[in-house]
């Protein structure tokens, strides 16, 4: 079996990781979440191995889905809690950062002295660092909480590592082999599975996103004044302090 594929940076990434993430465990007014979509879902009578829970027979087959649905989910390892969103749109930037005000309006109550938020995710193509309307909207979505955000991400090839990872398993052991044949059976599923004993919140989100939704090369270079990036893992490692303006150099 050939080995995972790396880049130069992996180790160097993993051992900024090992540092960030219990630092942000660790410290009053910081709260770390991971984040992430999972593969999508052709809701049909389609047959997806396993043992099914009930008597019914999958098609022999394959028709038209009757919808696709692509879960995107934002977990809180320290307190094992999980939120769900199954997107029938396309899981674009504006959807990621949609997903985040959405979800922390939801919370912020709950975590009043929470003033850091630490966002371990994948360098995927909607989310990436270096993604102009990604970068755009967390920015914004800083300022408008009045947060100071870091992204921590996985390096390439290593996703599995992620902490919501270990979610996506048990989501998929739970509904392994059943008929996912209605958007509310997925929802069902999703709103029944456990993660240390809770059940995640689960919400369907109508919403239809355009994807290459892209900066200019000078908004982007503006952009780029509001963060910091780590010297030497810059697209690993960003960010985006609470006041506006260039910071200074450290």
Not at 74 to 94: G, N, Q
Not at 99 to 126: A, H, M, S, Y
Request: aromatic share 10%; glycine share 4%; proline share 7%.
């Amino acid at each position: 079996m050939p080995p995972p594929k790396r880049v130069p940076q992996t180790d160097a990434i993993f051992d900024q990781l090992k540092a960030v993430n219990p630092e942000a465990d660790r410290a009053r007014g910081t709260l770390r979440l991971s984040i992430d979509a999972k593969a999508t879902v052709h809701v049909g009578p389609f047959s997806r191995r396993g043992r099914s829970r009930t008597g019914t027979k999958a098609a022999d087959h394959d028709f038209k889905p009757v919808a696709t649905l692509t879960p995107f989910g934002i977990f809180l390892p320290e307190h094992d809690d999980l939120w769900l969103y199954m997107a029938r749109s396309k899981v674009t930037s504006d959807f990621i950062a949609d997903r985040l005000e959405q979800w922390w309006e939801g919370v912020r109550l709950r975590f009043l002295r929470v003033k850091t938020l630490v966002i371990n995710l994948d360098n995927g193509p909607e989310n990436h660092s270096r993604r102009s309307q990604f970068l755009k909207r967390i920015v914004a979505f800083a300022r408008k909480y009045r947060l100071v955000v870091q992204l921590a991400y996985y390096p390439p090839y290593h996703s599995k590592y992620n902490p919501i990872e270990r979610c996506w398993g048990v989501l998929e052991m739970h509904w392994n082999g059943s008929l996912l044949d209605s958007v509310e059976a997925v929802l069902g599923f999703a709103r029944s599975m456990t993660w240390k004993r809770k059940h995640p919140v689960v919400s369907l989100v109508e919403t239809t996103y355009a994807k290459g939704v892209r900066l200019k090369p000078e908004e982007m270079e503006a952009l780029e004044a509001e963060v910091i990036r780590l010297p030497s893992l810059e697209k690993w490692f960003v960010k985006i302090p609470r006041k506006r303006g260039r910071p200074r150099k450290t």
